[in-house]
């Protein structure tokens, strides 16, 4: 069992450890730029709201 300490006081944990694969993320500078570019060419202005105050962006 794995003991945890949180602010000086010892606990033990109840339950093992899952065993999932790990996954390995990758990043695509392509595809984000294409998906920036496609919401940017999207001409609607985003409307905002902040504690009742309406923006456009």
């Known amino acids: ?4 300490t949180y602010r000086g006081k010892a606990y033990t944990q109840n ?4 065993k999932k694969k790990l996954v ?3 990043y695509r500078s ?3 730029k294409s ?3 496609a919401a ?3 001409n609607e202005t ?3 709201s902040y504690r009742g105050i309406n ?3």
């Open 55 to 57: 923006y456009k962006k």
């Open 35 to 37: 998906r920036q570019n």
């Open 30 to 32: 392509s595809v984000y």
């Open 40 to 42: 940017s060419s999207n």
């Open 15 to 18: 339950k093992e450890a899952s």
């Open 46 to 48: 985003a409307n905002l």
């Open 1 to 4: 069992m794995t003991t945890l």
């Open 24 to 26: 390995e993320l990758t």
